[in-house]
């Protein structure tokens, strides 16, 4: 795989990341509005173990 192919590959899954982030706090922010009331201790180590990957 070429390096311009390996960047390509790279900025994808960091466009993925930031997507599956937003839509997560999307998520907890309806959540939030419609008195759901999720436990944001859960939701904070959630993203947590996503960007404590050792590949990121």
Do not use: T, W
Request: net charge negative; hydrophobic share 30%.
């Amino acid at each position: 795989m070429s390096p311009a192919q390996q960047a390509l590959d790279y900025q994808r899954e960091i466009d993925e990341n930031q997507k599956q982030v937003r839509d997560m706090v999307m998520e907890s922010y309806h959540d939030i509005a419609a008195g759901k009331g999720r436990d944001c201790n859960e939701f904070f180590e959630e993203l947590e173990k996503r960007y404590s990957d050792d590949r990121i």
